[in-house]
């Protein structure tokens, strides 16, 4: 690779600003709402959309296979035979976009103002998809691909992926690749380049807890049963103990130390008490004792109550003991935890902390194993460089919060590590109104990809 | 008084049976629903019905006194110079009749079958003031009553009698009396004549916390902030010690102990851990260290949610921190606890307990005072020997849970006690489908209360 094929690649994207944002707006205007089977004509038209992107790019095999909800585009170039490949992942649906009320401009109306375009999937993750074209395509046209790729574009990410790891699961030789990039992560902040390398796992349970048989007066009858919304909250309660560590027998003991190395790289970042504060609202954090509030939202598990029912909660008073109570509770994970093994710990401890006065169940809702990639490995180092010529600055490694099962999918059936990045910000609006997409930054993305794909030429 | 004359009243109500279930069938007729603003017509008419039922008896100063509601029936007779007065007490309202479909004959057509009659207020109390007038009716067309009576029917117990307090501190020269006659309460079973001489309080909460300003993402901000639904359980679990003893602070203090005469006369009924998980379905009771279940029930107070909510409950998951949790919470309150005092101790374990990490609110919802009798005035003691003459066996004294606010009212009001009882059975069915009263037990309550009438006399 020389350093003109580079400046070229550069300046074909630098000249195509325009030309790339038509593209941009064309896809926006598909309402790919994939949760509304009103819109399943949408969703298909965005795939064909995004399979004639790869037609365009000179892709191979261009291929949109049908699954039982919404269609994967497929689409390959293997050119160069001693030069890794890349699975490219993207996911070509989005969200409902409403409160339709609270958009400035129709959603589905791509609309730039100052900085940014405005509309859902801008940022989650249209946008991100067509960078990825955009800068194969400032290859393609100019000195050539430096590397193989494959596209995998998915239409049911916003319905959790529902037949992706079925498709990947017997589509393992087509998808074959040294490792994957998933630009479905995003940065701290315009300034502050990022690469996400490990992202927490979850597994939901709801419990339900019942004792009488029916709703009781609890004046005749208070004081002689365990009230199951009561023991609902006891068991709760007693899944933490005084310093906010989870008391699920065996929680920890899979949970992966942080090294002091790692906890430095993490300290770099500048989320500290004062922008979760501000990012929250709550009155103070609350976080364990002796990590950061950095390495509590990434790389420490959790234990939340996502929702908790019980008796009456109508307006005014209504004297019952009510005969159920119910929760939904979740832990995110963290390397090497296991959701399974901790759907165990947890009916271990209802085992062993359950009352005999009161009855109980354990559903569990569905998990998802968390992940983690090495910082140091040949396509981390040659993304991280891509970002630091671009950027002027070393990225951030960021260990995410939330969880992006598709990475852990492909460790397990692929085999392979996944470079997670992307061009979104903190305040894109994804999942709400008034998405948006900052395009300098998206601008510098595209430039950074062509970096990226060229820094991993052998 | 003579026992011609005993004899005399007793004949006559045992010649009218066949008139006397008649009456009752007449104001069974009538859906007198106080909550439902659809039957007011129906309230008036039942309230006329009293009043003329009243005027039939001979009864003086027969009124129907307009409230901001639904109107309170008043009569009385002071015939007899140094006799006592006592003012009876009743309700002419009933509960809502539905669902509907779950009676199988219907609510307002009372129907004989078996030993009882099947209506909706047949038990609750449209039955327990016929029994009165129709006790009344036997002496007066007898030897004439041998005690002065007031009565005080009201048409909104069901909805909590909202105006009554009002209406007795404003009559009060009115419903001057010696003691009042309560027939709201029933038997243990229909071969157990049962005198209620305490009766339970109650201090009603809503306490509300709140966190994030918004619904937050679990995976993102998961660790870092105080989870509502978690603090609220926390606080809840708080609320009771391992021993099941309420921590609020202070909230012991003022309880009044139980003796040893009395717990002997407690544990005549025959109310043991079997009934109590029979009539509940539990699968082991919780009760209080040291107290039998019958105690707890009735003799100690208990701390209950009654009902509770936070974020999302629907089917299947949501990955969100709540932004608030909510839980409606109520003690019930034995003799000498005071609702607005254990108000204050509820502020008092919040502040003392609730974290910094989260904002509470709690709102002190409606509360009523705990009230107990004397067991051994000439009142009780005449009450109790009519039982004994009728069902052949001492009367239990019995604690109950529940509250019959109207009880305390009058004693902080008028200062004069109440004798309870009532003719009503635990299997009645009141406050759902197919209520019933059982009519040998009915008769039998008719005499009673003519014996009871006549012991009053000096």
């Known amino acids: 690779m020389t350093d003109d094929r580079r400046e070229a ?3 074909y994207a630098r000249k195509n600003k325009e030309k790339n944002l038509s593209a941009l707006k064309e896809i926006l205007t598909i309402p790919s709402v994939s949760t509304e089977p009103a819109h399943a004509a949408d969703i298909r038209h965005a795939a064909e959309w995004m399979a004639a992107q790869l037609r365009g790019l000179g892709m191979q095999k261009v291929q949109i296979f ?6 994967i585009v497929y689409g390959e170039w293997r050119g160069i035979k001693n030069a890794p490949t890349v699975l490219i992942y993207g996911h070509y649906d989005v969200q409902p976009a409403d409160p339709l009320d609270l958009w400035k401009t129709a959603p589905f109306e791509p609309t730039v103002r100052g900085d940014s375009i405005f509309a859902r999937g801008a940022s989650d993750m249209k946008g991100q998809s067509v960078a990825t074209f955009k800068a194969v395509e400032a290859l393609v046209k100019t000195g050539g691909l430096p590397v193989n790729v494959k596209w995998l574009l998915e239409g049911e990410e916003e319905v959790g992926s529902p037949n992706l790891a ?3 699961a017997s589509h393992k030789d087509l998808l074959a690749c040294d490792f994957a990039f998933n630009p479905d992560a995003g940065m701290i902040s ?3 380049p990022t690469i996400t390398y490990a992202l927490r796992g979850l597994a939901y349970f709801e419990l339900r807890i019942s004792g009488p048989a029916n709703d009781l007066h609890s004046g005749v009858f208070g004081g002689v049963v365990h009230n199951p919304a009561n023991a609902l909250a006891e068991l709760i309660a007693g899944m933490r103990d005084s310093k906010g560590r989870i008391t699920l027998p065996g929680f920890y003991d899979s949970v992966r130390k942080l090294g002091r190395e790692e906890r430095e790289e993490l300290a770099r970042i500048p989320s500290d008490e004062k ?4 990012k929250t609202g709550v009155p103070a954090l609350l ?3 002796g990590y950061t509030p950095n390495e509590c939202s990434g790389a420490r598990p959790t234990l939340d109550v996502n929702g908790m029912i019980s008796g009456f909660t109508g307006a005014g008073s209504k004297t019952i003991i009510p005969a159920t109570a119910m929760a939904k509770i979740s832990c995110r994970l963290v390397p090497d935890q296991d959701p399974l093994e901790v759907g165990r710990q947890m009916r271990r ?3 062993e902390n359950a009352p005999a006065d009161i009855r109980w169940e354990l559903v569990e809702m569905h998990g998802g194993d968390p992940s983690i990639s090495d910082r140091d490995n040949a396509p981390v180092r040659a993304f991280s460089a891509a970002l630091e010529t671009v950027w002027g600055k070393r990225p951030y490694f960021k260990r995410e919060g939330g969880s992006i099962p598709v990475v852990g999918t492909m460790q397990q059936l692929l085999s392979v590590e996944s470079v997670i990045g992307g061009f979104g910000l903190p305040d894109d609006n994804f999942h709400a109104p008034n998405e948006k997409l900052h395009l300098p930054t998206w601008y510098r993305g595209i430039e950074a990809l062509i970096h990226f794909f060229l820094n991993l030429e052998p």
């Open 287 to 289: 976080t364990e004792q």
């Open 275 to 278: 922008y979760y504060l501000e």
């Open 190 to 192: 315009k300034d502050e």
């Open 66 to 71: 049908p699954t039982a909800r919404h269609p």
């Open 349 to 351: 401890y209802l085992e």
């Open 166 to 168: 079925d498709f990947i």
């Open 9 to 11: 690649a550069l300046q």
